[in-house]
């Protein structure tokens, strides 16, 4: 039978639609449910059995982050129907950052400033927030981390463990405006104290009372910390983890040590390149100040600025030679375990629940605050898992999150296979503990998975496609083996470098 068209544009969507929802490791349902449709829609979508919306087509670009192309199938399909209908053309605006139902909050404008003192360094962050959700916020997280020796992880990672950052010397002070131009003080609560790096609670509180932010309303915060030259190495990052309508970013740098300052941007749709627009630079007063700003960043969108001081002042200690950082290095420097060391050789100890629930929980909370700081370091577009023995703990305890940043990461304590599909597939792999390569990696495209909840009970859980590849690679790190034990004789690793596919789901 000869399709029209138009028929095979819609066909094209909802195989586009398909592939993308897949690739995240999404079911139908849950796609709709991130997108704020009924449960079915999705599927009636994919079925042919309604056809794509405008509407449809903004929410499952956003929410899959598809790099424009669910949209641009929706652009071929939309102008096909319009001009069967004897309609004028009419051209599409690109979706701007769409919200899904139950957002919480906006940051409808960031202001970074990063000043260079006699004593180091002052970092004061300024923060328009809108609740665009439908529950009350009572709390912001803020992370800071710093890195002496960003060329060196190797060298940094020793540093800061002689030498933590501790809270007393952040000076951490946090604020709101309350609406009259006043500042009022907000308290705040440690999330994850680790040597580099600190998760903070802002709470919408103080001894006065309580301020939570409702939806529908707005706040400006601000807060500030400092840091010794001794823990602050020469670069200033933000990562942009909330929708964005507008970020400017401030370097002030005493213009006595001639500063040159250059920026790097990395997404989920890109590698690290050269900032998209000039950074601005002027000189006031003895300081020279590096701005730079950027209209509805992408989400996990992250900008490095990055500068050296031509004229080093006497008694300050150079950071050395420049040499290009590996993959590797990066996971190093946070503390994951890589591939020589024998720890990753040896079988997981299986937990004994609830007897080991409190050291279960402290391994848990050690994955998730190391899961946190590898999202300031990759783009991880095909969800990213991590298990107790990257990170020298010898416990049968894993962390998976999906390709969905917003999604909550799966624990798994004492996990086994206990049945998987025939259906296999090959897709290339990355592991945190040898980071500069990829590998091409057979994989069922089902696996049954009995784990334990922290009371000991078991449960099964079946994971499909993205999640099954996910999830069976960190518990085969649990067992003691790595996924060049499952590549084919003869298959070369291939370098990162060379490698095509970062940024992008894997297809199925």
């Not at 420049?322 to 997981?348: E, N, T």
């Not at 304590?413 to 290339?428: F, M």
């Amino acid at each position: 039978m000869t399709t029209s068209p138009i028929e095979r544009a819609a066909d094209s969507f909802a195989a586009e639609l398909a592939r993308h929802r897949t690739g995240r490791g999404l079911s139908k349902k849950q796609l709709a449910t991130l997108m704020g449709f009924d449960p079915s829609y999705v599927s009636h979508v994919e079925g042919r059995r309604h056809r794509p919306t405008e509407d449809f087509a903004r929410r499952a670009e956003a929410v899959l982050e598809a790099s424009g192309a669910i949209w641009q199938r929706f652009r071929e399909y939309d102008e096909l129907r319009h001009s069967r209908a004897g309609g004028a053309h009419r051209e599409l605006a690109v979706p701007n950052q769409w919200l899904p139902p139950g957002t919480g909050l906006v940051v409808e404008r960031e202001t970074a400033t990063l000043t260079h003192t006699d004593h180091g360094y002052h970092c004061a962050i300024r923060r328009e927030l809108y609740n665009a959700g439908t529950e009350p916020i009572t709390r912001y997280l803020v992370r800071v981390a710093v890195d002496r020796y960003p060329n060196d992880p190797g060298r940094s990672n020793r540093h800061h463990r002689a030498h933590p950052l501790t809270f007393a010397e952040l000076q951490l002070a946090a604020y709101r405006d309350d609406g009259g131009g006043a500042r009022e003080p907000m308290h705040w609560r440690a999330k994850h104290d680790r040597d580099a790096f600190k998760e903070i609670w802002l709470l919408f509180e103080n001894d006065e009372g309580r301020f939570p932010l409702y939806p529908g309303d707005r706040v400006t915060i601000e807060y500030a910390y400092r840091a010794g030259r001794d823990k602050w190495g020469p670069w200033f990052q933000r990562a942009v983890r909330l929708p964005t309508r507008h970020l400017a970013v401030r370097l002030d740098l005493p213009a006595e040590l001639d500063p040159k300052v250059w920026g790097m941007e990395t997404s989920l749709s890109a590698e690290e390149g050269p900032l998209r627009t000039p950074i601005q630079r002027r000189d006031e007063d003895g300081r020279t100040l590096f701005d730079w700003a950027t209209d509805d960043p992408p989400l996990n969108a992250r900008y490095r600025m990055l500068w050296r001081f031509r004229s080093q002042p006497s008694g300050t200690e150079p950071d050395g030679p420049r040499r290009p950082i590996r993959a590797s290095d990066r996971m190093r420097a946070i503390g994951i375990v890589q591939r020589d060391d024998d720890l990753l050789r040896h079988p997981a100890r299986q937990f004994d629940l609830p007897r080991d629930e409190r050291v279960a929980r402290d391994v848990v909370d050690r994955l998730s605050a190391i899961m946190a700081r590898l999202d300031e370091l990759h783009p991880f577009s095909k969800g990213v898992g991590i298990a107790a023995p990257q990170l020298g703990l010898g416990w049968a305890a894993a962390l998976v999150r999906p390709a969905d940043r917003a999604a909550e990461p799966v624990v798994l304590l004492n996990p086994r296979v206990v049945d998987s599909a025939v259906d296999t597939d090959e897709q290339y792999e990355g592991c945190l503990s040898f980071f500069d390569h990829r590998g091409l990696v057979p994989r069922s495209l089902r696996i049954d998975v009995e784990h334990a909840h922290w009371d000991g009970s078991r449960i099964i859980t079946s994971f499909e496609y993205a999640m099954a590849r996910l999830v069976a690679h960190e518990i085969d790190h649990l067992a003691g083996r790595l996924y060049v034990d499952r590549m084919a004789p003869g298959v070369p690793l291939v370098p990162v470098e060379e490698y095509r596919e970062t940024g992008t789901p894997w297809r199925y």
